[in-house]
């Protein structure tokens, strides 16, 4: 199955349609459900609910740009078109540690068993593949924004919903803007929540956004619409945690015992002149 060749062109993609943001409303409907205990984290305030979806989507955005540590588990699903048409899903398992500005870890675990790492220290980028015992590394300071821009765009790289994860956040979903509706109050995992949908120039969306004083997103589906097939992309949130206990030596890398270092598929032209390698070679994106 085709999953990998995915995997690498499925993370820019993601950075540029994470979500949008518009106006128009849709009715809401009532829920009898009570609401569930929130996040871990500081004791909730009351506050008044926003009605309109743009405001629902940019409060969820500003509070998630303003939490200065989170962690939450991320459980993905992705379609993967084959040459005959069909889709086959394949999943994958992420837990996401944030400490603003300089720290983030991520470790990711595929259907297939394989796992990877991917550490910043505030300095250096580092990936991990447990399964190869190989590393790659690129120096880039300036917090977690820069970082993460670099990842995804001069690196190459897949960091699905990577924009989550970034300050810049609201003035990027702002930037991206084509549509969004509200489709409806709704109940995700015993969790009252705003369900909306919206448009960008690549991407069909919708997204599940908490009630009350932390609007924490429960769930996301992102549609390729000018892909082949149209595959689509599943994200379901669950163990937010908005005051996680971090050291430093979670985003520190020490490398295990025979791992080798490799550079990144992106840096090839720049090194191959002294001896170009193949992508087995250097670890790279199949």
Not at 36 to 50: C, M, N, S, T, Y
Not at 102 to 130: C, M, Q, W
Not at 205 to 216: D, F, H, S, T
Not at 245 to 256: I, N
């Amino acid at each position: 199955m085709k999953a990998r060749q995915w995997r690498s062109a499925a993370g820019a993609a993601l950075c540029v349609a994470v979500l949008a943001v518009t106006a128009g409303c849709a009715e809401k409907r009532a829920t009898t459900r009570p609401e569930p205990p929130a996040a871990q984290g500081p004791a909730p305030q009351a506050v008044v609910e926003p009605t309109e979806p743009k405001d629902i989507l940019l409060r969820m955005a500003e509070f998630l740009a303003k939490t200065p540590r989170f962690s939450v588990n991320l459980r993905g699903s992705y379609d993967v078109v084959q040459e005959s048409g069909q889709k086959i899903e394949f999943g994958e398992s992420r837990k996401i540690t944030v400490s603003r500005p300089n720290h983030l870890r991520v470790e990711a675990e595929h259907s297939d068993g394989d796992k990877h790492l991917v550490l910043y220290d505030g300095k250096t980028i580092t990936t991990f593949s447990p399964s190869q015992n190989v590393y790659a590394q690129a120096y880039k300071p300036g917090g977690i924004d820069a970082a993460v821009m670099y990842f995804l765009k001069d690196l190459n790289m897949r960091l699905p919903l990577a924009m989550l994860l970034v300050s810049r956040l609201p003035a990027e979903l702002e930037r991206r803007t084509q549509s969004l509706d509200y489709v409806e109050r709704t109940v995700i995992d015993g969790m009252p929540a705003h369900h909306l949908a919206g448009r960008t120039e690549t991407v069909d969306y919708q997204v599940w956004i908490a009630e009350g004083a932390q609007p924490l997103p429960v769930r996301a589906v992102l549609t390729y619409k000018n892909a082949k097939g149209q595959p689509q992309f599943r994200a379901q949130f669950s163990d937010w945690n908005l005051s996680p206990e971090v050291r430093d030596a979670q985003f520190a890398f020490t490398p295990p015992e025979g791992a080798q270092k490799i550079a990144f598929l992106a840096q090839l032209p720049q090194i191959a002149p002294q001896g170009a390698a193949s992508p087995e070679q250097t670890g790279g994106q199949k």
